[in-house]
């Protein structure tokens, strides 16, 4: 299966809190990619890190940084010292080979992040 | 550089009228994506294109439903009759011309459709 879970369905934190939301992805595919998506109030999504499967390293910028572990399939997002303007649904999606070999992005549920002043 | 536009960004319309939502991609994006937002189901991939030809349509709920990309720089998605069932937020999303979805995907502002 081709598959996206973000158990967490809302997360409320107070402003200055650190917060991560969790990815556990399966796939088939030995090559694979995984991204992050932001949906603020407003609506629109914005694209915040795309990763390849080869690469393992921790990314960092700024109050954001990424987890991506392949021994457990998870690509987990934490945000430092949280902001009110974080307040968002951030998504996780997984670029997988389907049917016709071509690719396609398979979207988490999404997390919605409450951050309080 | 512009991202990608659609229009409009809300339509109010009464159930069996034609809706017409458009995008223009990323210049230089040859990759174009439909999506479709509902609390119940998430964000549903409905047809991609890929150098103005559809490439996977099996995400289109129904006949009701078709979309088209007569140039690099434009597509519409078409529903005819609308229903209220497809009241939804419908993204258009374009990425730089590699393999279906490796690449990131850069969303349009939406358009937030309301069928009465």
């Known amino acids: 299966a081709q598959k996206v879970t973000q158990a967490q369905t809302e997360i409320s934190v107070v402003e200055k809190e650190d917060v991560t939301l969790d990815c556990v992805y399966e796939t088939r595919d030995t090559t694979y990619y995984l991204f992050w998506y932001k949906q603020p109030p407003s609506g629109e999504l914005v694209f915040l890190i795309r990763r390849n499967s080869f690469d393992e390293q921790n990314e960092i910028s700024g109050r954001y940084s990424w987890n991506f572990q392949k021994s457990t399939s998870s690509f987990n997002f934490t945000i430092t010292a949280s902001q009110v303007v974080d307040s968002a649904v951030y998504f996780c999606?997984?670029?997988?080979?389907?049917?016709?070999?071509?690719?396609?992005?398979?979207f988490g549920a999404g997390t919605r992040l409450a951050v309080h002043p | 550089d512009a991202g990608v536009i659609q229009s409009p960004r809300h339509e109010v319309t009464e159930m069996g009228q034609e809706v017409t939502l458009r995008c223009k991609p990323i210049?230089?994006?040859?990759?174009l994506f439909w999506y479709r937002q509902t609390m119940m189901r998430g964000l549903e991939l409905l047809i991609y294109?890929?150098?103005?030809?559809?490439?996977?349509d099996s995400g289109m709920p129904e006949d009701r439903f078709s979309a088209k990309m007569p140039n690099a720089s434009f597509s519409t998605l078409k529903i005819q009759p609308s229903e209220p069932r497809d009241s939804a937020v419908y993204f258009c999303?374009?990425?730089?011309?590699?393999?279906?979805?490796?690449?990131?995907?850069?969303f349009g502002p939406g358009t937030r459709l309301t069928v009465t």
């Open positions: 999606a997984l670029s997988a080979t389907v049917s016709g070999g071509y690719n396609k992005l398979i």
């Open positions: 999303a374009s990425s730089l011309p590699t393999s279906g979805s490796r690449e990131e995907q850069y």
């Open positions: 210049s230089g994006h040859n990759s």
């Open positions: 294109f890929n150098n103005n030809v559809p490439i996977d």
